[in-house]
């Protein structure tokens, strides 16, 4: 009888058992969630772009005749000296080809101008003769004038005839150089790319220099060819004078004053302390990477650290600008994850004894990480990060 009851009551046990186990599962565990604390620190709140690196002055080195450009003596880093070192050697340009119709044309006025020449020596014999005849007249009535023989005017006649001589033969001379010089050009016309010209060495050249004392940033014409007056060359810079220059919206720009610290980062370096030099007081239109038309604003800002601190910094290299405009180092500050939006105004989940509960909050100034509380938390009160759609006001959670 005894057994009979003992087994039994180790059946009812094993039931209850199975009755506890069943109903502990079917309760709700907590849910596994990500706390953090609300305290007190600093919260800055700042206008963060992209910005370049790039020297101040930057010196364009262009061609000052059209001609044939060596190539280059300078690479991209070389080191230059201001008027010393050589960035270009310029040479005449060769001849262009001539077509069949211009080259008739050109040897018409080559043998024109041989047939000028040939004038021109029959005048200047011509001038000779009359100039030799001329002058002995002159002779012999300079004889006679001395004897009385001839009257006054005879002799003024034969002194005017010399000089008159004297004068077309000189005029002959003259012309006759000037064929011989039309003649000399109209060959010139006639010289093919492939012709031989008259090589005078580096005085033949021009030779360009360097405009200031820096580094050579761009080669911008390295081969040899022939370029027009004013085709650039390269550029030069002195990479010691640096400056930042972001470029920001206009609406985070007009919260930027002139002289504002700034803070350097993302550049591959330790970060770097800045200030706000310039601000351009234009915009302009840029199309951001998803197609929309933004007003843009340049501003510069100039660098307050040592040399030695940014010196691998380059032209053209991207860096981020951070530029504070309100700070607050004693706010009571909540992780921005634990934010969300309730209708039109702003929530958390605070937990309290194990459980989430909906607290609405009211925030102020925020960045990336902190958002200032002005209502509906304290210092110490923990807050759920990135709540899921498991969490509801009134849900058991823990921490992982």
């Known amino acids: 009888m005894n057994g009979k009851w003992i087994k039994r009551g180790i059946g009812a046990l094993v039931l209850a ?57 300078v690479e991209e880093g070389d080191v230059v000296k201001r008027n010393v070192s ?12 001539l077509d069949v119709r211009t080259r008739r ?54 002194v005017t005839a010399w000089s008159t001589a004297e004068a077309e033969y000189r005029q002959a001379q003259a012309n006759l150089v000037l ?6 050009a109209a060959e010139a016309r006639l010289i093919e790319p492939d012709g031989e010209a008259e090589d005078d060495g580096d005085a033949c050249c021009v030779v360009v220099t360097a405009p200031t004392q820096g580094v050579v940033l761009d080669v911008l014409s390295e081969s040899e060819q022939v370029l027009p007056a004013g085709a650039p060359l390269a550029e030069i810079g002195d990479p010691t004078n640096l400056e930042v220059v972001a470029h920001l919206l206009s609406s985070d720009a007009v919260k930027v004053t002139q002289g504002s610290k700034a803070r350097l980062d993302d550049w591959g370096g330790e970060s770097l302390a800045a200030r706000v030099s310039r601000i351009n007081p234009s915009a302009y239109t840029k199309v951001s990477a998803l197609g929309i ?3 843009r604003v340049d501003v510069m800002l100039d660098l307050l650290d040592p040399e030695d601190a940014w010196e691998r910094l380059g032209h053209e290299f991207r860096v981020m600008v951070h530029i504070p405009i309100w700070i607050d180092d004693n706010a ?15 929530a958390v989940f605070r937990v309290v004894d194990g459980r989430a509960e909906l607290t609405p909050v009211v925030i102020d100034h925020r960045n990336n990480r902190w958002a200032e509380v002005l209502e509906g938390l304290e210092p110490g009160d923990q807050v759920i990060l990135h709540p899921s759609d498991r969490v509801e006001d009134g849900t058991k959670v823990e921490s992982y």
Not at 127 to 134: T, V
């Open 17 to 73: 058992l199975l009755v506890a186990a069943t109903i502990y599962a079917l309760l709700p565990k907590p849910v596994g969630v990500d706390i953090a604390t609300v305290d007190r620190g600093t919260v800055e709140v700042s206008v963060d772009e992209e910005g370049v690196a790039r020297i101040r002055d930057i010196f364009r080195v262009s061609t000052p005749i059209a001609g044939s450009v060596q190539r280059l003596q």
């Open 293 to 295: 038309e933004e007003q």
């Open 179 to 184: 064929r011989q010089k039309e003649l000399v």
């Open 332 to 346: 009571v500050r909540v992780p921005i994850g634990a934010l969300f939006r309730r209708g039109s105004e702003w």
């Open 105 to 158: 044309e050109l040897e018409a006025v080559l043998d024109a101008a041989r047939a000028a020449v040939d004038l021109a020596e029959s005048q200047l014999k011509s001038a000779d003769s009359n100039r030799i005849l001329a002058r002995a007249n002159h002779e012999r009535a300079t004889k006679l004038m001395s004897g009385g023989n001839i009257s006054q005017r005879t002799f003024d006649e034969a």
């Open 86 to 97: 050589t960035i270009a050697l310029i040479r005449p340009s060769a001849p262009p080809f």
